[in-house]
């Protein structure tokens, strides 16, 4: 079992900058991708961005050269970097973690899930 919980979360406005944090406890002695998901309010979760154990990423095009994504193997903990922010950007952010595939950057096939964070980007 994995434990995954998010931070940083918050109401800023468009064009402000967020860093969201998730950590992982539990069976992390085992290599694993992670990333993000979000799901904005009466749609479906999608895809935000991925990386592997190595270090290689992925991201969704909607947020390609705005966010970035990183994780601390030594703290067991991921990051989210994300600068200019976008109304459209607001919703529950997740936090996942897959074993199946730690090579390759997280992009669907999850396994744990966080409880989720909001954000909420003003005009």
């Known amino acids: 079992q994995v434990q995954l919980v998010e931070s940083g979360g918050g109401l800023v406005q468009a064009g402000d900058s967020l860093r969201l944090s998730c950590a992982a406890s539990?069976?992390?002695?085992?290599?694993?991708?992670t990333g993000w998901f979000r799901q904005a309010a009466g749609k479906e979760r999608e895809f935000v961005a991925g990386i592997s154990w190595g270090g290689d990423t992925y991201y969704a095009d909607s947020v390609k050269g705005r966010f970035t994504i990183s994780r601390d193997r030594v703290k067991n903990t991921g990051y989210l970097q994300m600068n200019n922010l976008r109304p459209e950007d607001t919703a529950v952010y997740y936090c996942?973690?897959?074993?199946?595939?730690?090579?390759?950057?997280?992009?669907?096939?999850?396994?744990?899930w966080g409880q989720g964070t909001q954000v909420t980007v003003s005009s």
């Open positions: 539990g069976r992390t002695y085992n290599r694993y991708a």
């Open positions: 996942a973690a897959s074993f199946r595939s730690p090579n390759t950057p997280l992009r669907g096939l999850v396994d744990y």
